[in-house]
């Protein structure tokens, strides 16, 4: 397992992108000191996932769709499509250093 960041360098509301088995991913402690972690790689096409963190939401820079951060469930999406899939989460592993990895 490759290390992400470690908890005490992260702030509230900050985020790390990273790469998880060879595909783009992003870490979020959110304002509520949550981790969380998903796939940057949108589920309608394939574009960008970002975190906007004066929303509190994730979004995709390609259709602008947007995802709830605590689930990556979507918030919103664009009425062209006709259904959207949620973000795919990455488990999380935190040791005794505090150190975070992707499981």
């Not at 929303?55 to 664009?78: A, P, Q, W």
């Not at 062209?80 to 999380?92: A, C, E, H, R, Y």
């Amino acid at each position: 397992m490759e290390k992400i960041a470690n908890v005490k360098n992260l702030k509230r509301g900050e985020s790390v992108n990273f790469q998880y088995k060879g595909k783009d991913a992003i870490l979020v402690k959110t304002k509520q000191d949550k981790l969380v972690a998903y796939s940057r790689v949108c589920p309608h096409e394939g574009g960008t996932i970002v975190w906007d963190e004066s929303i509190n939401k994730l979004l995709c820079e390609c259709h602008l769709s947007i995802f709830n951060i605590d689930d990556g469930t979507v918030y919103k999406y664009s009425s062209v499509f006709k259904k959207m899939n949620n973000l795919t989460p990455i488990g999380l592993k935190i040791d005794n250093n505090q150190d975070i990895y992707a499981t």
